[in-house]
């Protein structure tokens, strides 16, 4: 298929290429750029007319929870694993229609992860190329010791070392961990570090020995220290960094990937009264300042060269599936991104967390041909990509 009259982001840089063409040549782009350029091609090849409309190359959600049911953010794990497995088919296609072509878990419910995943690659359900998790994985009192179906709980080495082949036998590609807590729980809170170093080395260890990757929710500036130390592969959160946490993600930058993952906190500062919580009580717990110091940790990030991706623990209640741009809207208005940098930070980076290859989350020779066909100017208004009746989602070179 020709796809011309394009207006083209490869997100390879900034800038957009007017009256461009895409050649693709069954799943993989063949050529995209400029019509002068267009290498001669058969004059039968089928047409489509993209109408000058903005394309794009897909985008990839890296801090997705696809089994989390919109719930209550204080009930995430108390969802029935027949209602969470139901409500992550209809998320699945949910997300791939939101513009979001590929997905790396964060935490998955019970081992519903790993059925979207093989459902989702043999054709029996409509999702994102996905990256599969298991249950987050923690230490006894960590943020995650709680009732339900989102956790598994090991003390010591040996007891994680055997939680991750565990997780490895059941097919996860992610081993998602918790370095530390949250504002909200009086018992793990955001600055209070899971596991001792041995502990977190031992799961990154038997996590690599697998091929396995691992994902680490990691606030405070010594859990990112001892994430980095270890060798995970993604950090989300990085809230509160100090120099020396910079330094350490700017010495990794080319192995690791940073979500701030905001939409949490934005939102449940917005909508906590829906919650039964007063705003008062959500300053308190110091989620308004844990907003600001992402701001800064973010600018120095940039600064940095380390690279941001989004993805912000979509899947509650103040922070549905589908909502998955407001990310880019986020990276716009808050940290002082020009839109075509969030577009990168979601497609090129975001392609490059999901697969090192380099074929996912830009478009060029020999590229997947993913993409977004958008009525619309999302370099001039990010907030489009939020509207799903005016995106045409394309996957591995059929439209979806």
Known sequence: M??????????????????????????????????????????????FDAA??????????????????????FAIGETPVEIATITAVRNAELMLRSGFTAAVSFGSTYAIDVALRDSIND?????????????????????????GGLSQIADGPWALRKAVREQRKAG???VKVFNDGENINPVAGAGEIT???????????????????????????????????????????????????????????????VGPAIA?????LVQCESLGVTK????????????????????????????????????????????YAKDLQYFVELFGMSPAEAIICATKSGGEAYDAGGEFGVLRQGSMADLLLVDGDPLSDIT??????????MKGGAWV
């Open 2 to 47: 020709l796809i011309e009259n394009a207006r083209l982001f490869t997100a390879l840089d900034d800038a957009a290429i007017e009256d461009a063409v895409l050649w693709l040549d069954g799943d993989r782009v063949r050529y995209a750029g400029p019509r002068a350029g267009l290498p001669d091609m058969p004059a039968d090849e089928p047409r």
């Open 52 to 73: 000058g409309q903005f394309v794009m190359p897909g985008m990839t959600e890296t801090h997705a929870h696809l089994s989390f049911a919109d719930a209550s953010p």
């Open 123 to 147: 054709g029996r359900i409509i999702g994102p190329r996905l990256l599969a998790a298991g249950r987050d994985l923690g230490a006894t009192a960590s943020n995650i010791d709680s009732s």
């Open 172 to 174: 996860v590609d992610v």
């Open 195 to 257: 596991f001792h170093d041995e502990e977190i080395n031992a799961i990154v260890d038997e996590a690599h020995r697998r091929g396995l990757r691992v994902a680490s929710h990691s606030r405070s500036a010594e859990a990112v220290k001892q994430a980095v130390r270890a060798g995970v592969d993604y950090i989300g959160h990085a809230n509160y960094l100090d120099d020396e946490a910079v330094d350490l993600l700017a010495e990794h930058r080319d192995r690791l990937f």
């Open 264 to 268: 949490w906190e934005v939102q449940y």
């Open 280 to 323: 008062e009580t959500v300053r308190a717990q110091g989620y308004e300042a844990e907003i600001d110091a992402t701001i800064a940790s973010v600018e120095k990030l940039r600064a940095a060269g380390v690279r941001l991706v989004v993805g912000g623990d979509y899947g509650i209640s103040i922070a549905p599936h589908g909502t």
């Open 384 to 393: 489009v990509l939020q509207d799903h009746d005016r995106l045409q989602v």
